[in-house]
């Protein structure tokens, strides 16, 4: 009963490091998302796609690339971290299109020095 | 672009009080809204989605319900619990077939006994 499961949970990072999120559903969903939390804001979409190899930006997209190899993982990646990417990272899964609820992982805490 | 507005930004009870929650969006040309709760260090559920042909929907002591003309949708929380305590979100989703969500900031419910 794992639903959208995300690693790491936490992680801690120096300015110009890179790093991968790791984004898992187990549903068969054919769309999943990366959103990105912060204080005093809504979530915004970062990346999404909507099928196993496709992927197309969202409201943030800068400073982040994804990949979508297989149809259950999607992954988020920081080249160079900057401090403006210090947030909670949400990643969400759809079954496809229609009215479905979206399903969210617990997220990921990033904090970038 | 659509923007979601939700108020209020916070909210203190005590147990057993019927609450009102306001949400607010400003393109009418929608396909679907959710209520979402967040808990603490946890990511989002799904609690109700309203479809755009649609004027509510209901779940347990939850019950929203939904005006496109006006622009407007409200969480209604019947015999609040200590349980409730958690933040709400409002989401749009504008009918692309990316299924994108618009969310609002949320408000943060605490019921106390």
């Known amino acids: 009963n794992a639903g959208v499961t995300q690693t790491p949970k936490f992680r801690v990072l120096k300015t110009g490091q890179s790093m991968t999120l790791l984004c898992a559903q187990d549903?068969?969903?054919?769309?999943m998302y990366w959103y990105r939390q912060d204080p005093g804001m809504g979530l915004r979409l970062i990346h999404y796609?909507?099928?196993?190899?496709?992927?197309a930006k969202g409201e943030v997209p800068d400073g982040y690339n994804v990949s979508r190899l297989k149809k259950q993982n999607f992954l988020l990646g920081l080249e160079s971290a900057a401090p403006s990417q210090t947030s909670v990272y949400f990643c969400a899964s759809k079954k496809g299109q229609g009215d479905q609820p979206q399903h969210f992982g617990d997220g990921t805490r990033l904090s970038i020095l | 672009k659509q923007e979601v507005t939700q108020i209020p930004a916070a909210l203190s009870v005590p147990e057993g009080e019927n609450l009102v929650l306001n949400c607010s969006f400003t393109?009418?040309?929608?396909?679907?809204l959710q209520w979402f709760r967040q808990d603490p260090g946890k990511g989002l559920t799904s609690l109700l989605l309203i479809q755009s042909s649609q004027r509510e929907q209901t779940s347990g002591r939850l019950n929203a319900s939904l005006d496109k003309s006006s622009g407007r949708s409200t969480l209604y929380i019947a015999a609040s619990q200590p349980g409730d305590s958690a933040t709400y979100l409002c989401?749009?989703?504008?009918?692309?077939?990316?299924?994108?969500?618009?969310f609002g900031r949320g408000t943060q419910l605490t019921v106390w006994p």
């Open positions: 796609s909507v099928g196993e190899g496709t992927t």
């Open positions: 549903m068969n969903h054919e769309y």
């Open positions: 393109d009418s040309a929608i396909y679907n």
């Open positions: 989401a749009v989703d504008r009918g692309s077939t990316l299924g994108r969500l618009y």
